[in-house]
């Protein structure tokens, strides 16, 4: 087994300056942003261990930041980069995600829909007719989730209602 890595190797001004960049980007992927954001936290904190950087970072465990602080060491920013992976090619390029969490990113009222927030069939059927692809439910749930992007259960002033007041259906009228 190879020596663990938790020093981070000298960085010139322009890397550093990059590192930057990508840390504040919301336009990277967050895999990408999160790992330039370790790296960054090592620059500004010479005293801070890969471990102790990577939960500043928000990675769930600690251990992986001296996998990518040795990535960086040996490879630059590309080494934060995701190698490829085995198993079945990817069906849709990065254009066509980046397409998807910019459209989940915009208020529907604002791109002329109806109703104010995102549902699964809703982004689903606007991302199909502005981009006429269609993506499966379980594919833009995994894209969101690896963007770092989360359904927020939506509060109603509905759910008790009928407990509330005995007369709510016949105020409401049909559903």
Not at 41 to 61: E, H, I, N, W, Y
Not at 87 to 102: A, F, N, S, Y
Request: with cysteine; aromatic share 8%.
């Amino acid at each position: 087994m190879g020596k663990r890595v938790h020093h981070l190797r000298e960085v010139n001004e322009e890397e550093a300056q990059q590192l930057r960049t990508l840390s504040g980007s919301r336009t990277e992927p967050y895999r990408m942003v999160q790992r330039a954001k370790l790296i960054v936290s090592m620059l500004d904190d010479k005293k801070l261990t890969a471990t102790q950087a990577a939960q500043q970072a928000g990675f769930k465990s600690g251990n992986s930041g001296a996998c990518w602080v040795k990535r960086f060491n040996d490879d630059g920013i590309q080494g934060l980069s995701d190698k490829p992976k085995s198993g079945k090619p990817r069906i849709h390029t990065d254009e066509v995600r980046g397409q998807l969490i910019d459209l989940a990113l915009q208020k529907p009222r604002s791109l002329g829909y109806p109703f104010e927030l995102w549902t699964l069939k809703r982004l689903q059927t606007a991302f199909r007719e502005r981009v006429g692809i269609h993506l499966s439910d379980s594919t833009i749930w995994e894209w969101l989730k690896e963007e770092g992007l989360h359904w927020k259960r939506q509060q109603s002033w509905f759910r008790e209602a009928e407990k509330q007041d005995e007369a709510f259906v016949e105020k409401r009228g049909p559903s």
